[in-house]
């Protein structure tokens, strides 16, 4: 009983890190129609934003709060160089800018802080494990990237649905040309959209730095994953984002904590263990195909 | 134009480059090729090679029987297929006469044909010990000083048999040398194997799903193999989840002198297994040790140590040729000869051209000065033949 809360909570705080991903980019897919590969440059930027930070101030809190506004204008200076232009053109034309992007970001990293990678350690007070039940200790940091991400995955369904801007980002999302005729500002509008998702993506990066560590690249492997929690949820929704990720989440973790477990009652234990591994990353895939199947344009998605 | 322009030029410069060329060719440098990681997260393991490799080719005064050499760095990026190519331009282009270096077991498997059956140039690897190039895979341009992957966790689960412990966790990368480290232990560790997991290699390095796992299997000791960078991790996260001091932590290649600066005290107590340690009482260690330290002010790894060795070994091979490294099969025979003195101590050459070696038990503790460093605390086997030896048909 206890195994299987820890697992689920490790689910739900690997989904809710990549809920924030997904957050940024769905929106920018749905509203502006970019094809955004750049998406994981930004998480690796607010994880090396972050380490610089945290070192100068000398606290994590307060280097992770800088770390927002910073990538905040990143963000927008990237849309405004780069992305703006990319609007118009086809999705191969984004995809070969966004991708010029990535090489871009990841040799501005080996310039500025050098090829090694860093690490940012744990914050001190959360430095421990809390019992979430007698006899099950999870740890305090853990546990605190899921109620961050919880109150963030709050605060944006709030700014969606209640807030005017929402309004506009919701309708963006359904029918772009029909708000830019009916004479909403749409570059401010893009613009702030996009700082939005790059501010989610840092986040991410910044609060998965201290498990695993800074290094060039590391928002590449993770992109993949996004673009698949985004194509499961439906390309611009918050809401599918959201449920993709979680399910994404649970997923990898069921793939890891259990499927040896049930392979092992018709496989040798050696063949279970290598085997697991390989068949929870098809999972994802698999759960993705079936979802394409049953519902093409994703399980939120808007039917065009 | 065109004859009137490239002509004459073309004729010249093919003249000039003829002159100058012969007489380069008669004192040619020796050349070594080392395909290292040196860049990404584990860019710190390549450095720590090459600058044991400096060290060695400075202990030598820059010459191999008598001729100068020089070492080429490549940097395989942490991937098979681009280690695969650095291997083929410095066989190809380069012409090295030998090839070193090869963390990684997956870029060392990728390299092999292409520089020791197309190029037939002799690679010794200076860590990778994948169980198929040991066994029926063995090959006349291959050396190697370090180990096969199974004998260090072999040496480790023996050690853990005689000390008594009944059940036992084992974690490892999905990777050639993960399989093989995870076969090791359980060669020699005859208690209860109370489970084992595989992760993803090499992007994983959350690992909160199996940490759980291991909570709830309660096991009296974890096995864990994660090198360089995901050492780093796997113990800060072991630690994070409360199971530090809970379940002893016993490990390969997961805390050594390049990790120890990021793992500080949460390596401290935990053994593990190696063929060298930095305090190995012979000279050749002693004034590798601390001539490294002098120069970097940290402690060299093992990693380093086996670099060092691999440039040693060959400058001895040259040093009984006198420079002459024209002939393959002797230069074969020279190295099997294994005539140098290794920082390890004893060392000779297996029929696979594995070494046979001592294992020790180290353990993390602070030197004199503060700084954290890894002590021998036991001999877990001597002179030790790895399993796949007689597989080889090598004599």
């Known amino acids: 009983m206890e195994y299987l809360l820890l697992q689920i909570l490790n689910g739900v705080q690997l989904g809710l890190l990549m809920f924030l991903l997904a957050a940024g980019l769905t929106l920018t897919f749905g509203i502006m129609d970019l094809v955004n590969l750049a998406h994981g440059s930004l998480y690796m930027m607010g994880a090396y934003i972050a380490w610089t930070l945290i070192a100068w101030t000398d606290s994590f809190v307060m280097g992770a709060l800088l770390t927002l506004p910073a990538t905040f204008l990143l963000g927008v200076v990237v849309e405004r160089v780069v992305a703006r232009r990319l609007y118009a053109r086809d999705h191969l034309d984004q995809v070969l800018a966004t991708f010029g992007l990535i090489l871009f970001f990841n040799e501005l990293v080996r310039v500025i802080w050098g090829p090694a990678g860093k690490s940012i350690a744990v914050p001190k007070f959360l430095a421990h494990t809390i019992e979430i039940m007698p006899g099950a200790p999870y740890p305090a940091y853990r546990f605190a990237i899921i109620l961050v991400g919880a109150a963030v995955a709050l605060l944006l369904a709030w700014l969606v649905t209640r807030t005017r801007v929402g309004m506009l980002i919701r309708a963006g999302a359904s029918n772009r040309r029909m708000i830019a005729a009916l004479g909403v500002n749409i570059e401010l509008l893009f613009s702030l959209v996009f700082g939005l998702g790059a501010v989610f993506a840092a986040l991410a990066g910044l609060m998965a730095a201290p498990l695993t560590s800074v290094k060039i690249g590391m928002g590449d492997d993770i992109l993949i994953l996004t673009f698949v929690i985004i194509v499961i949820g439906g390309i611009g929704s918050i809401k599918g984002a959201f449920v993709a990720a979680m399910l994404v989440g649970q997923i990898d973790i069921i793939g890891r904590a259990f499927l040896p477990d049930m392979l092992k009652t018709f496989l040798s234990p050696s063949a279970a263990a290598s085997a697991a591994p390989s068949i929870s990353q098809v999972l994802v895939y698999v759960l993705m195909a079936g979802v394409l199947i049953w519902r093409p344009t994703g399980l939120f998605g808007q039917k065009n | ?395």
């Open chain 2, 1 to 395: 134009m065109k004859i009137k322009l490239f002509g004459p030029a073309t004729i010249a410069a093919a003249a000039t480059l003829a002159m100058v060329s012969l007489p380069v060719m008669a004192q040619s440098p020796i050349k070594i090729g080392f395909v290292t990681t040196l860049s990404g997260s584990q860019a710190a393991i390549g450095e720590d090679m090459r600058r044991s490799a400096d060290l060695a080719k400075e202990h030598l005064g820059g010459k191999m029987g008598g001729k100068p050499f020089e070492i080429i760095y490549e940097d395989d990026t942490f991937k098979p297929d681009v280690g695969k190519q650095k291997s083929e331009k410095l066989v190809q282009q380069d012409k090295v006469n030998f090839i070193t270096g090869y963390i990684w077991s997956n870029v060392l498997l990728a390299s092999l044909k292409t520089v020791t059956d197309e190029g037939d140039t002799i690679l010794v690897s200076a860590n990778a010990g994948p169980s198929q190039i040991a066994g029926d895979l063995c090959n006349k341009n291959f050396f190697s000083t370090s180990w096969q992957n199974d004998q260090t966790p072999m040496a480790m689960g023996e050690y853990l048999q005689k000390k008594g412990v009944k059940s036992l966790y084992l974690m490892a990368p999905n990777y050639a040398a993960g399989k093989d480290m995870m076969a090791g232990v359980k060669r020699t560790f005859k208690g209860q194997i109370a489970g084992e997991d595989y992760t993803k290699w090499p992007d994983q390095l959350d690992f909160s799903a199996e940490l759980a796992k291991i909570r709830a299997a309660k096991p009296e000791g974890v096995f864990i193999f994660y090198p360089g960078a995901h050492g780093v991790q796997f113990l800060t996260q072991y630690s994070q989840a409360g199971l530090k001091g809970q379940i002893p932590l016993y490990q390969v290649f997961s805390v050594d002198a390049i990790t120890l600066p990021q793992q500080k005290d949460l390596a401290l107590g935990i053994l593990g297994a190696q063929e060298w340690v930095n305090d190995l009482p012979n000279d050749q260690n002693k004034r590798f040790v601390a001539d490294f330290k002098k120069k970097h002010g940290t402690y060299p790894s093992f990693y380093g140590a086996q670099s060092y060795d691999a440039i040693m070994l060959m400058a001895s091979a040259a040093e009984a040729l006198k420079g002459d490294l024209s002939s393959k099969d002797k230069v074969r025979a020279e190295m099997k000869k294994a005539n140098f003195k290794s920082v390890r101590g004893d060392f000779k050459f297996g029929n696979n051209n594995f070494p046979i070696e001592n294992f020790y038990i180290q353990d993390t503790v602070k030197d004199a000065a503060g700084m954290l460093t890894l002590k021998t605390v036991a001999t877990a086997m001597t002179a030790a033949v790895d399993p796949y030896a007689s597989k080889c048909p090598m004599k």
